[in-house]
């Protein structure tokens, strides 16, 4: 008798052929213009043709089996490519698992998107729909801030960035709280004076409605402004893995603009398969199996 877990995380393409395929997914079933499509291939070329994000997501799966031992089945399942989350549903139920539970490779709960995630494992799965109160996991970007800032100059702001959404899926929703109160945990585990760190958000969508604000662009104009800031240091807190949203959009784009406005720029080391948090986190599984 096992516990079948559904280890979930965004997906990405496993080779450039399946670029195509990937972004009509993550548009729900539109298939991309071509300068569309030719926009987001640049993109994966600027970071070395594809993402890492494959790799470490199964990494972290294997970490977290490996955890777990035995009495658990994992099986990985993608929101937007595959195997997708049915997918890995259908291999735990060829198992004759006794019960599922689900854990979404993201720490901070939302409705408009750990919500989706949870909603394909059907009615009687359980889930770990939010794990940013984990001690493992603050203390390991309390000690990457640490880490990174030791190379920055004085006079350095810390931005903790995640994904934008927009505004009408966040109204009544826990995320931008979740993420307000991570980041005053990790800035007090690193020793941040209250004026010495911010939120930010980033890799918000081209839509014609409004997304949550303000972008970190947005945020370098500003710190640029003061005077007073000689280097940011962004903490992509809601993410848990390099992938694109980070190797590009903070390495490449954010970068450049901090260049443009003078600053000096730094980001701190992703989670990844780091094996003290996804023990934490294997943890918050088995104490929800029953």
Excluded at 11 to 30: F, K, N, Q
Excluded at 57 to 80: C, M, N, P, S, W
Aim: charged share 25%; net charge negative; aromatic share 6%.
């Amino acid at each position: 008798m096992s516990t079948g877990v559904v280890l979930m995380a965004y997906g990405t393409p496993a080779s450039a052929e399946d670029l195509a395929a990937y972004y009509t997914h993550i548009r729900r079933g539109r298939p991309p213009t071509k300068e569309q499509l030719a926009e987001l291939r640049a993109r994966y070329n600027t970071i070395g043709g594809m993402s890492p994000l494959r790799r470490i997501t199964e990494a972290q799966r294997d970490r977290i089996a490996a955890t777990l031992g035995d009495g658990f089945v994992v099986e990985l399942g993608y929101k937007h490519a595959p195997p997708f989350i049915e997918d890995a549903l259908v291999e735990l139920k060829n198992n004759d698992v006794t019960e599922i539970v689900g854990v979404v490779l993201a720490p901070h709960d939302s409705r408009g998107s750990i919500g989706e995630y949870v909603e394909r494992l059907g009615p009687d799965a359980k889930a770990v729909r939010s794990w940013h109160e984990l001690p493992a996991w603050r203390s390991f970007q309390a000690h990457a801030v640490e880490a990174a800032l030791a190379s920055m100059p004085p006079q350095t702001h810390v931005v903790f960035t995640a994904h934008s959404l927009p505004e009408r899926v966040l109204q009544g929703d826990v995320y931008v709280d979740e993420l307000h109160t991570s980041a005053e945990g990790i800035a007090a585990l690193a020793g941040l004076g209250d004026d010495e760190w911010s939120i930010g958000w980033q890799s918000a969508a081209k839509t014609p409605e409004p997304w949550r604000g303000p972008d970190i662009g947005e945020v370098l104009q500003t710190l640029a402004s003061e005077g007073n800031v000689r280097g940011v240091l962004v903490c992509p807190q809601g993410f848990t893995a390099d992938h694109l949203e980070v190797l590009y959009d903070l390495d490449v784009v954010a970068r450049r603009r901090a260049d443009e406005l003078g600053l000096r720029f730094g980001r701190t080391a992703m989670l990844n398969d780091d094996a003290e948090v996804l023990a934490a986190l294997a943890a918050e599984v088995r104490a929800l199996a029953a």
